[in-house]
């Protein structure tokens, strides 16, 4: 299978999680990238039993709307009982590493409101440890190289470690839904999630990076060429 066809295959599945929720009024929350578009389009027939969404980019919201499905301002609503999103790369415990697409911020409010992270990915994204993708750290643009001097420190552990404002192809800042602009780590490799993440937090500046380690996936539904399996941390064995 290709890996378009195991992201299909994992978008459909996530629909049938949210299905118990459909004509209940409940809000849904959406991630965003090309897996999440996929659940996207596969939520398009179920429009009108949808009782809202929340979604984490600009992106979702459009296509969302697209389809006649209700986007809703995170503002007014209280209660998000599952949200479902990709990742561009998830470690045994679950945690993962976000922001390929530049929407981590959002994604990760709307996780944090969320009962339950259903995390759909198809097998290139199940790592033992994260950091081979390179981790994006979302920066108000004033801060940019004071962050980017900041991050360098890691070097101290992380010998490999790279730098990178995030381009557009035509060679303009690449700016986030929120008016920010993107740092690209690359040459970690992240033994303790949580740790780093807490620890990223701390440096003025960064409004938020692509390591969700406090607020893990609860469940994950991994696309492989054998099916699509599903996986929790407490289920899991490597
Ligand atoms: O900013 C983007 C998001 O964190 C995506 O969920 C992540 O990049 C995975 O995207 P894709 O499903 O396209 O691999």
């Known amino acids: 299978m290709t890996q378009d066809e195991l992201k299909q295959a994992v978008a459909l599945a996530a629909v049938e999680t949210i299905k118990p929720y459909l004509g209940t009024g409940a809000a849904l929350g959406i991630g965003t990238g090309s ?4 659940f996207i389009d596969a939520l398009a ?4 039993e949808i009782g809202g969404t929340v979604a984490s980019s600009e992106r979702s919201a459009i296509r969302l709307k697209k389809h006649g499905i209700e986007v ?5 609503v209280r209660d998000i009982p599952v949200y479902v999103d990709g990742a561009d790369e998830i470690d045994h415990g679950m945690h993962m590493i976000k922001g390929g697409g530049g929407a981590q911020t959002r994604e990760k409010i709307v996780a944090a409101v969320a009962d339950r992270f259903v995390c759909i990915a198809d097998e290139s994204k199940l790592v033992n440890t994260l950091g081979k993708f390179p981790l994006p750290v979302e920066v108000i643009p004033l801060a940019r190289s004071y962050v980017a001097r900041q991050l360098m420190k890691l070097a101290a552990e992380h010998p490999m470690v790279e730098v990178n404002w995030r381009l557009k192809p035509d060679g303009s800042a690449f700016m ?3 008016g920010c602009v993107i740092l690209d780590v690359k040459g ?4 303790d999630p949580v740790e780093l993440e807490g620890r990223l937090n701390q440096i003025p500046g960064i409004v938020t990076h692509g390591i969700f380690a406090r607020r893990p996936a609860d469940v994950l539904l991994l696309g492989t060429s054998t099916g699509v399996r599903t996986i ?7």
């Open 176 to 178: 986030t839904d929120n």
């Open 72 to 76: 809703l301002d995170l503002n007014s």
């Open 232 to 238: 929790t941390a407490a289920s899991h064995t490597k």
């Open 35 to 38: 897996t999440a578009d996929l």
């Open 188 to 191: 970690l490799s992240i033994a």
């Open 45 to 48: 027939p179920y429009a009108r």
